[in-house]
């Protein structure tokens, strides 16, 4: 049996840990990789090794960051009166893309899902209910995902904020129950957030 070389079964076999990428896609991508100009392989692992060493959560709001906070959290135009709570860093930019909100962002890393064993511990709670406490927020707008999980979720956040003197509002059904913000189009998103409705 012809042996294939260890560098490039190393290859194979990190490519065919990533999510969607079976054992056939990675050899597929492997040898890709081996026939383009060398260059353009160690861009693919510079953009890697860079992303890994560079990029961290925001210590105020948990998005990804290059440096201790997020471009948002730094920004001094953002509405410092709105916060919105989304599941994970790519449903803010699927709202950023589609333009409307100006206010600031709570991302918690994941939803509480009981099935998969993935608890309110395990989410940026803590620091979110920090926030709210001592932020000048009037208003948190719930835009966990419109699946079972998301609700529990935004129902379970809007309980632990209820103490505070904020109105709580939850994502306009724009979206079809199921469906994952990051993959809503603009104008839905935009029609969401602007029929946005008090929890
Ligand atoms: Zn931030």
Do not use: W
């Not at 948990?62 to 997020?70: D, F, R, V």
């Not at 509480?112 to 608890?119: F, M, S, T, V």
């Amino acid at each position: 049996m012809a042996q294939i070389s260890e560098s490039v079964t190393r290859v194979i076999e990190q490519l065919s840990r990533l999510p969607g990428i079976g054992r056939k896609s990675a050899e597929r991508l492997t040898y890709h990789l081996l026939r383009v100009p060398k260059a353009e392989a160690l861009a693919l692992a510079d953009a890697i090794r860079a992303v890994r060493e560079n990029v961290r959560y925001c210590r105020i709001c948990y998005n990804l960051a290059e440096g201790e906070e997020c471009t948002i959290c730094l920004d001094a135009r953002r509405d410092r009166t709105q916060l919105c709570i989304v599941e994970q860093p790519r449903d803010l930019i699927a709202l950023e893309q589609a333009g409307v909100y100006r206010g600031l962002y709570h991302v918690l890393l994941g939803r509480i899902a009981p099935l998969e064993g993935i608890g309110p511990d395990q989410l940026t709670l803590e620091a979110l209910v920090e926030r709210v406490r001592g932020g000048e927020f009037r208003e948190v707008i719930m835009a966990t995902n419109p699946t079972v999980e998301g609700d529990g979720t935004a129902l379970h956040i809007s309980n632990l904020l209820a103490e505070y003197p904020i109105q709580i509002t939850r994502l306009a059904r724009g979206i079809t129950a199921g469906s994952v913000l990051e993959f809503a189009n603009k104008e839905i998103l935009a029609d969401a957030l602007s029929g946005r409705q008090k929890l």
